[in-house]
């Protein structure tokens, strides 16, 4: 079974940058897909970026867009998204998800999913 644990959340002033962290356990390798979703408060996950493992092909939510990066390291087992110029609509939780056949920008098509790590942006 896949897990995910998710790191690297915290506070952060506007302007400011994170890097979030999903580690991947219970497989030797990265699944086929793994994607963030992000989660602010009495609203519905959004979908942010995902990447391929093989490929490495990426896709990014139009609000994340020229801000964000997505992108895996093999040796760690870990999918990480980098967060620049961090604003107050960015503040919430940050889900990983990942699946072994499939990948798009609903939750729908994610098999595993981590518990979530809290961003704070502080204005």
């Known amino acids: 079974q896949v897990q995910l644990i998710e790191s690297g959340g915290g506070l952060v002033q506007a302007g400011g940058s994170l890097r979030l962290s999903c580690a991947v356990s219970?497989?030797?390798?990265?699944?086929?897909?793994v994607a963030w979703f992000h989660q602010a408060s009495e609203e519905e996950r959004e979908f942010v970026a995902f990447?391929?493992?093989?490929?490495?092909?990426?896709m990014y939510g139009d609000s994340v867009k020229g801000r964000f990066t997505i992108g895996r390291d093999y040796s760690e087992n870990t999918v990480y998204l980098q967060m620049n110029n961090l604003q107050s609509e960015d503040a919430g939780v940050y889900f990983c998800?990942?699946?072994?056949?499939?990948?798009?920008?609903?939750?729908?098509?994610?098999?595993?999913w981590g518990q979530g790590t809290q961003v704070t942006v502080s204005s």
């Open positions: 998800a990942a699946a072994d056949t499939s990948v798009g920008t609903s939750e729908a098509w994610y098999d595993f």
């Open positions: 219970g497989r030797t390798s990265i699944p086929y897909s």
């Open positions: 990447i391929l493992r093989s490929s490495g092909g990426t």
